[in-house]
C-alpha cells in the first residue's frame, strides 16, 4: 500500500486544509457541486452523492417516504436493471449504502481508486433515469416495515426517542419518525415514492462530495461527463416551519419489555446558522464536552462513579441542523435509584453550572479533545467526506469548518456559564420515562424505591 | 516513437500500481526480551500513534462456575493503577486527547491506546498504559460498582430478543465447551476483588501477550515502548487451553418472547483460526450470505420476498472450533416461512456450491476490495493484531488476494461438507411463532 507524507507540520492541524488549499469544489451548469477533498494516503476513495432532501420535507400521512424511496434507488434504471447497482459495485470490489435523515439522503461508495469513474456513472445515472417498479416496490416495503420493527418496535430506548420527539415539536416536522409511522408505510404506494423521486432527485438539490487518492482535476472532468448531461428544474417551495415556542415542561412515558428505567430529559436548543457570527451553539457544544465529552467529565465522574446514582448518562447536541435544535441528556438510574433521582441529579449538575460555572482545567482539558480528534478524523477517508456533507446538508460551507474549529477554542467560562443558564430553562424542556415492563405480562415486583 | 515512449510509460506507470496495490502492509516483527510478541507497522502519514496489546485471556480463561471473571477484570483495569486513581487516569488521558479502548471476546482480552505522536503526549499515554497493564489496582469499591453496573447490564440484555438468541445460540453450539458458558447476574455478582486480581496474574504475563504498534515511530522507539510495557509483567507462560469443542447433534431452541419480530440464528461450530479451509469458506460464504446485498439469502430473504431487513451468514474462526452462523429477523408470524427459505437457499448451495460466474464475482469483490481494508491506520491495526494474536503468518495480508484467487468450485464444496454438515446445525428461534 502507499504512504505518502501529507502532514510535513504535525502541531497546527487546522491550518491544513488551507494550506493544501484543499478541498477542492466546481459547480455544473445544472447547479450541481462536487466537492474534492486531496487525500493520496492509500489508493482508494470514496464518493457520496448528498441529496438536500430528509424526512423533514414529507407530509403528514406520507411520513417514511423519504427512506422508502432511498430503498428503492437500489432497484434499477433502463440501463441498470433491479440489485443490478449492488452487484456492479461489489464487482468493483467496492462497498455502498446509503442513509435518510431528517435533513438529507446520502448515498455512498468505497472503492479502490481506479473504479471511481464507473462509481460517478452509476451514482449519475439514477440521479435522474430510476425505475419505481410497483413490483419492487411492494417487496421493498416490506422491507422496511421488517426495519421499522427491529429498529423502532422491539427496542425501547428508539420507541421512547420516537415518542419524546412527537411530543417535543408539534409543528415542526422533527415530530415525525425518519423510518415513518407504520400506518404510513402500510398506506404508501409506489406512486408515492417515484412522486417524491421525481420532485426532489435533481442536479441542483444535490452535491457530490469525493475523498481520496484522485487528482480533483480529473474528477471535475469525470463529473462532467456523467452528471454535465442531467438536466436540473426549478425546485418547489419549501415553506419554514418554525416550531411555536414551548411554554412549559411536557413529559410522556413509554411503557416496554425491558429490565431498567430510560430518562430523556431534551430542552429547545439554537444550531449554527451563521458560523462567524453565532456564538451560542459553540457554548453549548463546549457545555456537552465538559458534562459528556471523556472518561474524566463531569457526568460520568460525578454521577456513575463517585455518587453511583446512574449506570450510565449521556448528553447528545447536535449544533448542525436544518431543523431547530435540541440538547438531550439522557440515563439510566442505578439499581436501588429511580428515575426522579436520575432526574435531580442531572438538573443538580445544570444547576452547578449555572452557579459555579466552569474550571479552566476543564475549559482545556475539553479543547486537547478537539485538538487531537481533529488530527484523528484524518484516519477515516469516509469520515472526512461525512464531515463536509453533513455540514453543507445543515446548510452551512465546508469552507468555514477551520472557522468553527477556531470559534469552539475560543469559548469561555462565562460564555458557557451563560448557556447554561439561558437553555436549561423547564419551560422548553421535555421529559421522557421508559417504564420497563415485565415479559411475560405479568406485573413486576418493585425492586426500587417508589417514586417520590 | 511518441507511442512507443508513451506505451512504456503506461507500462511503468502500471507496473507502479499493480505494485502498490499488491504490496501488502510491511509489518515488523521481534519477540521482546521479556518473551512478547511484538508487530509493528511503521506509518508516517498522520502524526498519531496506535498501541494494542492482546493477551490470550479471553472468557474461554474464565474459571468454571466463575462465567465474567474475564470481562470484569478488563473492564476494571483502567479503574486506578499504579499511582494513579481512576480518575487521574481519565483527567490525565483526556488532557492530552488520548483515548483508551479495547475489551474481552472469549479469546483476547485487549487494551488499546490511540495518542498523538508528539513525545510528551505519546509518553504520558503510554505510560498510563504501562501501569494499567501492569499494576491495577482491582480497588474493592470500584469492583463492587463495576459488578452492579455488569449484573444491570446482563439484565437488560436478558429482555432482548437479539441478547437471548445469542446467548442461546452459543449455549447450544457448546454445552460442554467454555466457549458456551455465559455470564449470568449471579455469576458475576459472586465474583470477588481477588478472582480478578487471580485472573490478572495468571493471564497477563509477557508470554501471553502480544503486542501491535502502528504509526508515527521509529522501529527503535517501537522497541522501547513494547518493552516497556512488559518488561514489569510476570514472564508467565502461555495460556493452555482447554480440550476442544466437542460437536453437538443438530437440536431446534425456541425460546418466547413478546417482541414483533422473531430473531432467528442458525450454525454450528465449524472452523478455528490458521485453518486452511479459511479461504474456501470465506469465498464461498461470500456467495451464500457473506457478500452483502449480493448474496444468495439476500436476494432470496429480502429482495424476493420481503421477509426480513438483514439476513446474512458468516465464519467467525477462533482459538479453537468457532461458529458458522446464519442470522435474521422476521415478522414473527412469518418465522417459520423465513427458515424454510433459509433452509433451502443452504442446502441448495452446500449441493451445488456457487456457480462459475458467482465465484468469479466474489474473488473479484474479495480481491478488488483488498485495498479498503487496510486505508487506515485503524484497520491495519486491527488486521495485523489479528495476525500477531493468532499467531498468523506474516505475509498473511500479502497473499490475501492470491490465495482467495486459487479457491475453486470444488474447493468451495468439499470445505462446506465438512463445516457445514445439516444434521448438526443448530436453530434458535425467539419470539417466533
Known amino acids: ?52 432532501i430528509g424526512s423533514m420535507d414529507e407530509v403528514d400521512g406520507a411520513s417514511g417516504v423519504a427512506h422508502v424511496l432511498e430503498h428503492m434507488m437500489f432497484k434499477g434504471t433502463p440501463s441498470v436493471g433491479p440489485g443490478e447497482f449492488n452487484k456492479l459495485v461489489a464487482a468493483a470490489g467496492g462497498r455502498d449504502n446509503a442513509f435518510t435523515s431528517r435533513d438529507y439522503t446520502a448515498y455512498f461508495q468505497q472503492v479502490p481508486t481506479e473504479k471511481l469513474a464507473e462509481m460517478m456513472r452509476l451514482e449519475a445515472d439514477r440521479m435522474r433515469h430510476l425505475n419505481v417498479d410497483p413490483k419492487e416496490f411492494a417487496q421493498e416495503i416490506k422491507v422496511v416495515m421488517e426495519e421499522r420493527r427491529m429498529r423502532t418496535d422491539d427496542n425501547p430506548q428508539a420507541k421512547l426517542f420516537e415518542q419524546m420527539n412527537a411530543v417535543a415539536f408539534q409543528a415542526h416536522p422533527y415530530r415525525r419518525p425518519i423510518i415513518g409511522w407504520m400506518n404510513d408505510l402500510e398506506t404508501m404506494t409506489a406512486a408515492d415514492a417515484k412522486a417524491w423521486y421525481d420532485t426532489w432527485y435533481l442536479p441542483n438539490n444535490a452535491f457530490v462530495v469525493i475523498v481520496g487518492d ?104 447536535d449544533a448542525t441542523a436544518r431543523g431547530p435544535g435540541m440538547i438531550y441528556l439522557s440515563g439510566t438510574p442505578s439499581e436501588g435509584r429511580t428515575v426522579a433521582d436520575l432526574e435531580n441529579a442531572l438538573r443538580g449538575e445544570i444547576a452547578r453550572i449555572q452557579k459555579e460555572g466552569v474550571s479552566e482545567p476543564e475549559l482545556k482539558r475539553a479543547r486537547a479533545q478537539l485538538v487531537a480528534s481533529e488530527v484523528y478524523k484524518l484516519d477515516s477517508m469516509f469520515g472526512q467526506a461525512m464531515e463536509i456533507g453533513q455540514i453543507e446538508s445543515a446548510g452551512l460551507p465546508y469552507q468555514k469548518l477551520d472557522r468553527m474549529l477556531e470559534k469552539l477554542q475560543k469559548v469561555s467560562a462565562a460564555e458557557v456559564q451563560a448557556v447554561a443558564k439561558k437553555y436549561f430553562t423547564d419551560d422548553t424542556l421535555t421529559i421522557g420515562v421508559l417504564e420497563p415492563q415485565p415479559l411475560d405480562g405479568q406485573p413486576r415486583r418493585p425492586s426500587a424505591a417508589p417514586r417520590h | 516513437m511518441k507511442n512507443a515512449m508513451k506505451k512504456l510509460l503506461t507500462a511503468i506507470v502500471a507496473l507502479l500500481a499493480t505494485q502498490a496495490a499488491l504490496a501488502g502492509v510491511k509489518i515488523e516483527h521481534w519477540v521482546s526480551p521479556t518473551g512478547a510478541r511484538v508487530y509493528f507497522v511503521e506509518s508516517r502519514v498522520l502524526p498519531m500513534l496506535d498501541v494494542q496489546v492482546d493477551f490470550a485471556a479471553g472468557s474461554m480463561f474464565d474459571p468454571a462456575g466463575k462465567s465474567g471473571t474475564a470481562a470484569l477484570t478488563r473492564a476494571t483495569l483502567d479503574l486506578g493503577a499504579g499511582t494513579r486513581d481512576e480518575t487521574a487516569i481519565a483527567e490525565q488521558l483526556a488532557d492530552i486527547g488520548a483515548t483508551l479502548g479495547g475489551g474481552a ?110 504509526g508515527d515511530i521509529s522501529r527503535a522507539e517501537a522497541e522501547k515502548i513494547a518493552e516497556s510495557l512488559v518488561a514489569g509483567l510476570p514472564a508467565g507462560a502461555a495460556a493452555t ?83 458458522f452462523q446464519i442470522g435474521l429477523q422476521t415478522k414473527r408470524s412469518q418465522a417459520q416461512d423465513a427458515i424454510k427459505v433459509t433452509r433451502d437457499v443452504l442446502a441448495g448451495f452446500l449441493k451445488e456450491g456457487p456457480s462459475t460466474e ?57 470445505a462446506f461438507s465438512r463445516r457445514v454438515r445439516p444434521a448438526d446445525l443448530i436453530t434458535v428461534t425467539v419470539a417466533a411463532d
Open chain 1, 1 to 52: 500500500m502507499r504512504i505518502r507524507h501529507l502532514l510535513p507540520v504535525l502541531l497546527a492541524p487546522w491550518l491544513l486544509t488551507a494550506a493544501l488549499a484543499n478541498p477542492f469544489e466546481m459547480t455544473l451548469k445544472n447547479g450541481l457541486r462536487v466537492i474534492v477533498k486531496e487525500d493520496r494516503r492509500a489508493p482508494t476513495a470514496a464518493q457520496m452523492v448528498w441529496y438536500r
Open chain 2, 241 to 323: 487451553l482447554p480440550a476442544p469443542p466437542v460437536i453437538a447433534p443438530g437440536n431446534t431452541v425456541k425460546l418466547a418472547h413478546p417482541a414483533s419480530q422473531a430473531h432467528v440464528l442458525i450454525g454450528l461450530p465449524a472452523i478455528e483460526r490458521g485453518n486452511p479451509d479459511f479461504f474456501p469458506l470465506l469465498v464461498g460464504n461470500y456467495t451464500l450470505g457473506g457478500g452483502g446485498f449480493v448474496s444468495r439469502l439476500m436476494k432470496e430473504v429480502r429482495d424476493k420476498r420481503g421477509y426480513a431487513y438483514s439476513v446474512y451468514s458468516y465464519f467467525s474462526p477462533l482459538r479453537q472450533t468457532g461458529p
Open chain 2, 105 to 214: 471476546d472469549t479469546d483476547r482480552a485487549s487494551i488499546a491506546v490511540r495518542t498523538l505522536s508528539v513525545p510528551e503526549k505519546r509518553n504520558v499515554a503510554i505510560d498510563i498504559l504501562r501501569n494499567v497493564l501492569q499494576a491495577p489496582r482491582f480497588d474493592p469499591a470500584i469492583v463492587e460498582r463495576e459488578k452492579a453496573r455488569t449484573v444491570a447490564s446482563l439484565k437488560e440484555a436478558l429482555t432482548r430478543p437479539d441478547s437471548i438468541a445469542g446467548k442461546a445460540f452459543w449455549s447450544a453450539l457448546y454445552p460442554t465447551h467454555p466457549y458456551g458458558r455465559q455470564a449470568t447476574p449471579e455469576s458475576v455478582a459472586a465474583l470477588t476483588r481477588d478472582e480478578l486480581a487471580t485472573h490478572h496474574a495468571r493471564y497477563y504475563t509477557a508470554a501471553n501477550a502480544s503486542i501491535t504498534l502502528v
Open chain 1, 214 to 317: 484522485v487528482d480533483h482535476k480529473e474528477v471535475f472532468a469525470l463529473a462532467e461527463k456523467y452528471y454535465g448531461a442531467l438536466e436540473g428544474r426549478a425546485l418547489p417551495l419549501r415553506k419554514a416551519q418554525v416550531e411555536p415556542a414551548q411554554d412549559g415542561t411536557r413529559r410522556v412515558n413509554v411503557k416496554a419489555p425491558a429490565e431498567l428505567p430510560v430518562l430523556i430529559m431534551g430542552y429547545k436548543a439554537p444550531v449554527l446558522r451563521d458560523i462567524d457570527k453565532d456564538s451560542d451553539p459553540y457554548a453549548l457544544q463546549m457545555l456537552a464536552t465538559i458534562l459528556d465529552g471523556h472518561d474524566a467529565a463531569r457526568f460520568n465522574k460525578k454521577l456513575v462513579r463517585e455518587d453511583k446514582v446512574a449506570l450510565s448518562v449521556n448528553i447528545d447536541y
Open chain 2, 358 to 414: 458467482e465465484l468469479a464475482a466474489a474473488k473479484a469483490n474479495l480481491t478488488g476490495s483488498f485495498p479498503l481494508r487496510l486505508d487506515s491506520n485503524k484497520k491495519i491495526l486491527d488486521n495485523v493484531a489479528v495476525i500477531g494474536f493468532y499467531g498468523l503468518p506474516l505475509d498473511w495480508l500479502d497473499r490475501y488476494q492470491e490465495k482467495v484467487q486459487a479457491v475453486t468450485v470444488d474447493d468451495v464444496k468439499q
